[in-house]
């Protein structure tokens, strides 16, 4: 009986010790980071760049069949039966060709956003791991906190290392880009 008491003392004082122990816990705000970061903002701004042309011929393309629509309801009750019949035929095969223009643009949009998304997680995930090595922190949390108090979160400290990773002409403030717009269907 003195042996099972003195051995559940023991087992007790060992769990308090371990419990008593000071951990180092951060938390990073990974959507603040991918608004913040200069790379995120470089990645908006290259893509919004390289799909501009294509948005801008769907857009002119659109436009182009909006007007053929309204030259039919004008001017349907005055054309001869074969204009009209034409100009229906071909605001159908430019409707089709339209609708698959801009199937193709949110395709390869979503795909090169996805491309560039990758890289800037990963370089994310490596500086979280710097800045969480280089102030001693012994964990950090990122998806699914709920709350985490400004004491323990590192996400300033991490888009500064960010900002630290990014080339100095990258990093000059430009007006803030948005995502290029989807084509009107």
Same mark, same amino acid.
């Given at each position: ?24 816990i951060g938390a990073v705000n990974t959507i603040r ?28 393309a659109q436009k182009k069949l909006k007007d053929m +629509?309204?030259?039919?309801?004008? =001017? ?5 039966? #074969?204009? /009209? @019949? !034409?100009? %229906? ?7 089709? +060709?339209?609708?698959?223009?801009? =199937? ?5 949009? #979503?795909? /090169? @956003? !996805?491309? %560039?998304?990758?890289k800037i997680q990963k370089e994310i995930i490596e ?59």
């Amino acid at each position: 009986m003195k042996f099972a008491f003195m051995f559940t003392i023991a087992g007790v004082l060992a769990a308090q010790s371990v419990m008593a122990e000071d951990y180092k816990i951060g938390a990073v705000n990974t959507i603040r980071l991918l608004e913040q970061s200069p790379q995120a903002e470089n990645m908006r701004t290259q893509i919004e760049k390289e799909f501009a042309p294509k948005d801008r011929e769907l857009v002119a393309a659109q436009k182009k069949l909006k007007d053929m +629509e309204d030259r039919l309801a004008k =001017d349907a009750a005055i054309m001869s039966e #074969t204009e /009209r @019949r !034409n100009l %229906e035929r071909d605001i159908i095969n430019d409707r089709r +060709e339209l609708k698959r223009s801009q =199937d193709e643009f949110r395709e390869d949009l #979503t795909f /090169r @956003r !996805n491309e %560039e998304m990758a890289k800037i997680q990963k370089e994310i995930i490596e500086a979280i791991q710097s800045v969480a090595k280089q102030n001693g922190f012994d964990v950090v949390l990122t998806e699914g906190v709920i709350y985490a108090s400004p004491k323990v979160d590192i996400t300033a400290l991490v888009v500064d290392a960010l900002k630290k990773r990014t080339p100095a002409s990258a990093t000059t403030p430009a007006p803030a880009a948005a995502p290029a717009p989807a084509p009107k269907q």
